[in-house]
């Protein structure tokens, strides 16, 4: 994998030392990212963009790690006020990569899940301000990724659904029971509900519903900055007190809230039979595909 390049042209290459390290000390080599993710950081605005539109940018195993070095190395960056995640083609990330969940055992699936809650909860806990930008299809860790971020914009195409307990998963799971209420996550979950962009929005899922994408380039690039919006008003370490004083047991910094969402994946990844479980499911969803759309 090569370096990471932000907007100066900076690179940070594999075992660089940061400036700072990831919130609280739960601590993460810097990473490059690959030809599947891009940084690029301008204005104080770190973007990083999913770039795998073949695959509905979905997420495989060495993606997932270009993410997690691209987000630490964003918020050791003390110039970045806000983290943005957008996706290239036509959907914004189709969650879990099942094309390459093949051939695979139980434990080194259970690795792709525990490194996936990894990225999620450094985003939930980063120290600058997040956004998700949504077109098309959020799923799975595609639409985890977007409840994790601060400010949540989906285009008028998009839709989320949060499919992984059909495979026995539970991912992500409090973090969207904080977004939307329990009762509305829980039943979300079991049900693989499908949301649109409108009723994202009014649940409180979604935080702003956008104009549609344009097609034209330069077009998109100044839909993503409106998306993104002024810069924060507070630094980040009064945003950081901030959140930390309207979450539960701590906000940012409680590590007992994230080592029970980590335990929580593990128990149900680590249930005997999880490769087996995912087959099963990717051969009702190729099933599901074949009959045609159904969002």
Known sequence: MGPVRDGADRAVSAGTALAAPPP??????????????RLRTAAGVALVELDRPARGNALSATMVEALIGAVHAACADASVHTL?????????????????????????????????????????????????????????????????????CVAPDASLRFPGAAFGIVLGTRRLAERVGTDRARAWVAEGTTLDAAGAVAAGLATALLPPVPEDAAARAGWR??????????????LAAIRSASRPAGGPGADALADADLAALVRSASRPGLAARLAAYRERARAAAARGPSD
């Open 24 to 37: 609280r000390g739960r601590g993460e080599p810097a990473l490059p990212a690959g030809p599947e993710v």
């Open 225 to 238: 900055e409106e998306a993104i919006g002024a810069p924060p008003v507070v630094d980040r370490a009064t």
């Open 84 to 152: 943005a995640f957008c996706g290239t083609g036509r959907h914004f990330c189709t969650g879990f990569d099942l094309g390459t969940a093949e051939a695979v055992t139980d434990g080194e699936l259970l690795l792709r899940f525990v490194r996936i809650e990894t990225l999620l909860d450094a985003v939930w806990r980063a120290p600058v301000r997040t956004v998700a930008i949504a077109q098309g299809r959020a799923w799975g860790a595609g639409a985890d990724l977007l409840a994790a971020c601060d400010r949540r």
